[in-house]
């Protein structure tokens, strides 16, 4: 539920830093997004409901959206660099691995291998031990290899989009991954295999499948597939107010060439004197 506020900092972030105008219908479709959002998070909570309550909820409430305040935050950069600066979206994947790579092995890694944990030698993280089990699993390194594989198509994918549309466009189809797994789980448990997967749940099930719904309707609303004709707030320009209006722009244009001209005479001294007759 969470994870979808991050529609709502790519919206502002966008508006704050790239300028862009945000409709009616844009800020509306963002909102049903939220709204949907919420029902699916609520569906999974109501389940839970027996669940005994963590004193940190409110730190990991805080932690993910400050998460998410950070994703979206690089959306903006990545569009800002996408459209102002032109670059291609696989150089800036490739600038991305690469600093990844750099940060990981150089800070983190070593960081979380001194840091106490469970894991070997009481590591919190023990990337030695991954390496050596993925050494001595080739099944273990095929599935490795195929997850570098799928993160990188998915973050070029996802550049792509964000060039090739805006930012919020790809947080907001991205939202809708939920609805991807949620029906892959339920074709798991039913057609494959129960020990996997997720049974419908048919006290919350419905809650889950409006919020879906909600999902998709604003993801249409935001890309101006589904118009809202009845608010006038909402309404798609006319031609013929796009007319008066680039004609308005082209008499202006012209008003203010016509001043320039004249404003450049007087300054060299070539007064207009006015003809009797």
């Not at 990981?104 to 050596?132: H, K, R, T």
């Not at 006290?203 to 809202?228: E, S, V, W």
């Amino acid at each position: 539920m969470l994870r979808g506020s991050i529609i709502i900092f790519a919206g502002l972030l966008s508006k704050i830093f790239l300028k862009r105008k945000l409709r009616c219908m844009h800020w509306s479709g963002i909102f049903i997004v939220i709204i949907g959002l919420a029902l699916v998070g609520i569906s999974s909570i109501l389940k839970d409901e027996n669940a005994a309550a963590d004193s940190k909820a409110f730190l990991g409430i805080a932690m993910i959206l400050a998460g998410q305040a950070v994703s979206a935050s690089q959306m903006i950069v990545e569009e800002a660099l996408l459209k102002k600066r032109g670059y291609p979206p696989l150089q800036v994947v490739g600038l991305e691995g690469t600093f990844g790579i750099i940060i990981m092995c150089a800070i983190v890694l070593p960081a979380m291998y001194f840091i106490p944990g469970s894991q070997l030698n009481g590591s919190y993280e023990n990337s030695l031990d991954a390496l050596y089990q993925i050494k001595n699993d080739y099944k273990l390194a095929i599935f490795c290899l195929l997850y570098l594989l799928s993160i990188a198509f998915y973050n070029y994918f996802g550049l792509a989009v964000t060039k090739s549309l805006t930012a919020v466009h790809r947080t907001l189809i991205d939202a809708c991954r939920t609805i991807v797994v949620w029906i892959t789980g339920l074709v798991i448990y039913y057609f494959f295999d129960k020990s996997f997967g997720e049974e419908f749940d048919s006290t919350y099930g419905l809650l889950q499948i409006d919020g879906f719904l909600f999902l998709m309707i604003g993801t249409a609303m935001y890309n101006g597939l589904m118009p809202m004709p009845w608010f006038s707030c909402c309404r798609e320009p006319t031609e013929e107010l796009m007319t008066i209006q680039a004609n308005d722009g082209n008499i202006q244009e012209d008003t203010s060439a016509e001043n320039a001209t004249e404003k450049t005479g007087l300054i060299r001294g070539q007064r207009k004197e006015p003809i009797y007759s």
